[in-house]
Protein backbone atom coordinates (compact mmCIF):
# COMPACT_ATOMS: atom_id res chain seq x y z
CA UNK A 1 0.00 0.00 0.00
CA UNK A 2 1.67 2.94 -0.79
CA UNK A 3 1.64 6.49 0.86
CA UNK A 4 -1.62 7.93 -1.28
CA UNK A 5 -3.49 4.74 -0.91
CA UNK A 6 -6.31 4.42 0.95
CA UNK A 7 -7.55 0.52 2.59
CA UNK A 8 -11.22 -0.52 1.94
CA UNK A 9 -13.07 -2.55 5.21
CA UNK A 10 -12.50 -5.69 2.96
CA UNK A 11 -9.03 -5.07 2.61
CA UNK A 12 -8.76 -4.79 6.40
CA UNK A 13 -10.98 -7.65 6.92
CA UNK A 14 -8.35 -9.49 5.30
CA UNK A 15 -5.10 -8.41 6.47
CA UNK A 16 -3.45 -10.36 9.24
CA UNK A 17 -1.36 -8.91 11.73
CA UNK A 18 -1.40 -11.27 14.90
CA UNK A 19 -1.11 -9.70 18.12
CA UNK A 20 -1.92 -6.05 17.13
CA UNK A 21 -5.56 -4.11 17.39
CA UNK A 22 -6.75 -2.67 14.28
CA UNK A 23 -9.01 -0.13 12.94
CA UNK A 24 -9.26 1.76 9.38
CA UNK A 25 -10.05 5.93 9.70
CA UNK A 26 -10.73 7.09 6.62
CA UNK A 27 -9.52 4.17 4.59
CA UNK A 28 -5.77 4.49 6.66
CA UNK A 29 -4.79 1.80 8.54
CA UNK A 30 -4.46 2.41 12.23
CA UNK A 31 -2.31 0.00 14.11
CA UNK A 32 -1.97 -0.78 18.37
CA UNK A 33 -0.54 -2.70 20.63
CA UNK A 34 -2.80 -4.82 22.50
CA UNK A 35 -4.55 -3.44 25.46
CA UNK A 36 -2.46 -3.95 29.26
CA UNK A 37 -3.96 -6.16 31.92
CA UNK A 38 -5.98 -3.65 33.57
CA UNK A 39 -7.75 -2.49 30.22
CA UNK A 40 -8.79 -5.97 29.85
CA UNK A 41 -9.91 -6.61 33.02
CA UNK A 42 -12.08 -3.52 33.03
CA UNK A 43 -13.79 -4.18 29.58
CA UNK A 44 -14.00 -7.81 30.63
CA UNK A 45 -15.98 -7.18 33.88
CA UNK A 46 -18.16 -4.51 32.05
CA UNK A 47 -18.74 -6.79 28.76
CA UNK A 48 -19.74 -9.46 31.35
CA UNK A 49 -22.62 -7.56 33.01
CA UNK A 50 -23.80 -5.81 29.68
CA UNK A 51 -24.48 -9.51 28.90
CA UNK A 52 -25.91 -10.60 31.77
CA UNK A 53 -28.29 -7.80 31.90
CA UNK A 54 -29.42 -8.22 27.88
CA UNK A 55 -29.52 -11.79 28.04
CA UNK A 56 -31.92 -11.93 31.14
CA UNK A 57 -33.97 -9.24 30.11
CA UNK A 58 -33.80 -10.32 26.33
CA UNK A 59 -32.91 -6.72 25.32
CA UNK A 60 -30.10 -7.59 22.17
CA UNK A 61 -27.14 -8.72 21.29
CA UNK A 62 -23.66 -7.90 22.59
CA UNK A 63 -20.39 -8.08 20.81
CA UNK A 64 -17.13 -8.37 22.08
CA UNK A 65 -13.67 -5.99 21.93
CA UNK A 66 -12.54 -5.63 18.88
CA UNK A 67 -15.44 -6.34 16.76
CA UNK A 68 -15.54 -4.23 13.42
CA UNK A 69 -18.35 -1.98 12.87
CA UNK A 70 -18.30 -0.03 9.52
CA UNK A 71 -19.02 3.67 10.25
CA UNK A 72 -18.22 4.96 6.67
CA UNK A 73 -17.78 4.27 3.35
CA UNK A 74 -15.49 6.06 0.31
CA UNK A 75 -13.00 5.96 1.87
CA UNK A 76 -13.95 3.65 4.64
CA UNK A 77 -14.23 3.75 8.86
CA UNK A 78 -13.88 0.65 10.56
CA UNK A 79 -13.97 1.28 14.41
CA UNK A 80 -13.84 -1.35 17.13
CA UNK A 81 -15.04 -0.75 20.38
CA UNK A 82 -14.24 -2.60 23.54
CA UNK A 83 -18.10 -3.50 24.24
CA UNK A 84 -20.79 -2.76 21.89
CA UNK A 85 -24.90 -3.51 22.49
CA UNK A 86 -27.25 -3.45 19.74
CA UNK A 87 -31.08 -3.21 20.65
CA UNK A 88 -33.48 -6.34 19.86
CA UNK A 89 -35.39 -4.43 17.21
CA UNK A 90 -32.02 -3.70 15.17
CA UNK A 91 -30.29 -7.17 15.12
CA UNK A 92 -30.45 -8.55 12.17
CA UNK A 93 -31.71 -11.75 11.46
CA UNK A 94 -28.80 -13.47 9.50
CA UNK A 95 -24.91 -11.57 10.48
CA UNK A 96 -22.66 -10.61 7.85
CA UNK A 97 -19.25 -12.07 7.68
CA UNK A 98 -17.64 -9.73 7.62
CA UNK A 99 -18.13 -6.04 9.54
CA UNK A 100 -21.41 -4.75 10.60
CA UNK A 101 -22.87 -2.15 8.24
CA UNK A 102 -24.36 -0.58 10.83
CA UNK A 103 -23.46 1.53 14.44
CA UNK A 104 -24.41 -0.29 17.99
CA UNK A 105 -26.34 1.46 20.41
CA UNK A 106 -23.57 1.49 22.70
CA UNK A 107 -20.19 2.03 22.48
CA UNK A 108 -17.75 1.36 25.17
CA UNK A 109 -14.48 2.13 25.17
CA UNK A 110 -12.43 1.37 28.06
CA UNK A 111 -9.02 3.98 27.63
CA UNK A 112 -5.74 2.06 27.34
CA UNK A 113 -2.12 2.97 27.92
CA UNK A 114 -1.70 4.43 24.02
CA UNK A 115 -4.68 6.37 24.00
CA UNK A 116 -4.48 9.92 23.08
CA UNK A 117 -7.17 12.12 24.22
CA UNK A 118 -7.50 14.11 20.41
CA UNK A 119 -7.75 10.42 19.23
CA UNK A 120 -10.59 9.44 21.51
CA UNK A 121 -12.76 12.67 21.21
CA UNK A 122 -12.47 12.05 17.23
CA UNK A 123 -13.80 8.50 17.86
CA UNK A 124 -16.65 9.56 20.02
CA UNK A 125 -17.33 12.24 17.43
CA UNK A 126 -17.78 9.20 14.71
CA UNK A 127 -20.19 6.98 16.78
CA UNK A 128 -22.17 9.59 17.35
CA UNK A 129 -22.44 10.46 14.02
CA UNK A 130 -22.87 7.21 12.93
CA UNK A 131 -25.84 6.89 14.88
CA UNK A 132 -24.28 5.19 18.18
CA UNK A 133 -26.83 6.82 21.24
CA UNK A 134 -24.53 6.44 24.09
CA UNK A 135 -21.11 5.83 24.44
CA UNK A 136 -19.21 5.41 27.31
CA UNK A 137 -15.33 6.42 27.72
CA UNK A 138 -14.14 4.92 30.95
CA UNK A 139 -10.84 5.35 32.62
CA UNK A 140 -9.30 3.07 34.56
CA UNK A 141 -6.16 5.35 35.49
CA UNK A 142 -8.82 7.90 37.31
CA UNK A 143 -11.29 5.49 37.67
CA UNK A 144 -14.19 7.87 36.24
CA UNK A 145 -16.30 7.83 33.09
CA UNK A 146 -17.58 9.77 30.81
CA UNK A 147 -20.64 9.08 29.48
CA UNK A 148 -21.68 10.81 25.84
CA UNK A 149 -25.25 10.48 24.31
CA UNK A 150 -26.78 11.14 20.33
CA UNK A 151 -28.65 14.63 22.20
CA UNK A 152 -25.19 15.91 22.52
CA UNK A 153 -25.29 16.29 26.29
CA UNK A 154 -22.56 14.45 28.15
CA UNK A 155 -21.31 13.62 32.03
CA UNK A 156 -18.54 12.58 33.94
CA UNK A 157 -18.95 10.43 36.75
CA UNK A 158 -16.78 10.16 39.45
CA UNK A 159 -15.41 6.44 41.29
CA UNK A 160 -18.34 6.61 43.01
CA UNK A 161 -20.98 6.99 40.71
CA UNK A 162 -22.78 4.32 38.28
CA UNK A 163 -23.26 3.61 35.09
CA UNK A 164 -26.73 3.83 33.61
CA UNK A 165 -28.13 2.44 30.52
CA UNK A 166 -30.93 4.49 30.14
CA UNK A 167 -33.27 3.83 27.38
CA UNK A 168 -30.52 2.27 25.19
CA UNK A 169 -29.84 -0.70 27.95
CA UNK A 170 -33.07 -0.34 30.38
CA UNK A 171 -32.43 -1.15 34.08
CA UNK A 172 -28.58 -1.78 33.66
CA UNK A 173 -26.81 -0.11 36.94
CA UNK A 174 -23.19 -0.41 37.15
CA UNK A 175 -21.54 1.34 39.89
CA UNK A 176 -17.89 2.50 38.83
CA UNK A 177 -16.40 0.92 41.87
CA UNK A 178 -17.66 -2.43 41.02
CA UNK A 179 -15.36 -2.27 37.65
CA UNK A 180 -11.60 -2.23 39.65
Same mark, same amino acid.
Given at each position: MGETSLMTAEELLRLNLPDKRTELIRGRLVVRDPGGARHGAVAMQLGYRIMAHAEAHDLGRVYAAETGFKLESDPDTVRAPDVAFIAKHRVPEVEPRGYAGWAPDLA???? #????????? /?E?? #?QWLKAGVR /??????SEQRTARVYRADGSEALLGTNETLDGEDVLPGFRCPLADLW
Open positions: VEVL #AHDDHPAET /LKI #A /LVWVVD
